[in-house]
């Protein structure tokens, strides 16, 4: 095994791979310049040297969740299945209705009504730890040579990604600002929306979330709530690897802000961060303990965490 140049079968890995995604995004999906500048950085940075490319190959978890978040946009779900937007409001309502004097209202609804400005900024912080947060964790994995729990922790990540990513199409379904602003009926090409985080944007005037549900890949994917689901997965390998106890608590107040967050903006339901907390809890124990069992599968993580890693025994 090498680690200073790369083998020529790895460079014509590398070199196709990223040929491949970019035509594939170019054809199906709409080039931009940030492709490319993260085609130019992934390629310099599997040739420059054996660390940086362990790198590389350490992110591909994170770099294929990135590409299939994005790839969702070559078929969307609406064109798949039915959009569930009536029965999802109702059931809230249902489950977890506040009653006022205009009547039940859904917890978003309320808190459309009653926010306040500390909450707004919080609220908006919290947010945008979703996959930053994550990612940062994953990295101290990695870098303090835990290179196992790093690499257990980045497959399940996009394990819970592809999971919920498929139940997208299983069952489109709307976010509560879609019913505050549209109804119960489902409009195809529907725009993404800011909703209640548009108050950090206009509080702070950075425009942060505006710009990224611009470029929402589906307004229909609210079940389950993935923003719900990264933070826990990140919690649930900080209590496995017995992470110091600063990571384990910034992750858990995270993920119960990301939480209260995803309803507080009308961006989820509770019942779609339910799905979300199901959805990491069944990646977990999928990984952990089923497909962790099985040797074929073991032996290809074992490997690959010898290959990325650090520090070489």
């Known amino acids: ?22 035509i594939v995004t170019a054809l199906f999906v709409g080039f931009r310049p940030e492709h490319l500048a993260l085609a130019a950085l992934i390629f310099a940075l ?4 054996g660390t940086t490319r362990r790198l590389v190959i350490a992110l ?15 078929l969307p779900n609406y064109k798949v299945n039915p959009v569930d937007v009536a029965d999802l409001y109702n059931n809230e309502k249902a489950l977890f209705g506040i009653a006022t004097a205009s009547g039940i209202l ?9 926010h306040c400005t500390a909450m707004d900024f919080l609220a908006g912080i919290f947010y945008l730890c979703w996959v930053p947060l994550p990612i940062v964790y994953g990295l101290y994995l990695y870098f303090s040579g835990r290179t196992d729990a790093y690499l257990h922790f980045a497959i399940v990540f996009l394990l819970v990604n592809l999971l919920g990513f498929a139940l997208y199409y299983v069952h ?21 929306e800011v909703a209640g985080l548009g108050r950090f944007d206009e509080m702070t005037g950075l425009g942060i979330f505006n710009a990224l549900y611009a470029r929402n890949a589906n307004v229909f994917a609210a079940m389950p709530s993935l923003h719900s689901a990264y933070t826990l997965v990140a919690f649930i390998y900080s209590l496995r690897s017995r992470s110091p106890l600063g990571w384990r608590i910034t992750l858990g107040m995270v993920t119960l802000g990301i939480w209260f967050t995803a309803v507080y903006t009308s961006h989820h339901y509770i019942l779609d961060v339910l799905g979300g907390v199901a959805t ?10 089923v497909l962790m069992k099985i040797k074929p599968f073991a032996v290809f993580v074992g490997r690959y965490a010898v290959y990325v890693a650090l520090i070489k025994h």
């Open 1 to 22: 095994m090498k680690f200073g140049t790369p083998t020529a079968g790895e460079a014509l890995w590398c070199a196709g791979a990223l040929v491949f995604w970019l």
């Open 46 to 49: 599997f040739f420059v040297a």
């Open 172 to 192: 489109p379904a709307a976010p509560p600002w879609y019913v505050a602003m549209h109804g119960l009926e489902a409009v195809e090409g529907t725009p993404g």
């Open 106 to 114: 859904t917890p978003n609804e309320y808190f459309a009504i009653h």
């Open 280 to 289: 990491a809890i069944a990646g977990y124990v999928i990984f952990e303990y």
């Open 60 to 74: 591909l978890p994170f770099i294929i969740f990135g590409i299939s978040y994005d790839w969702m946009n070559i």
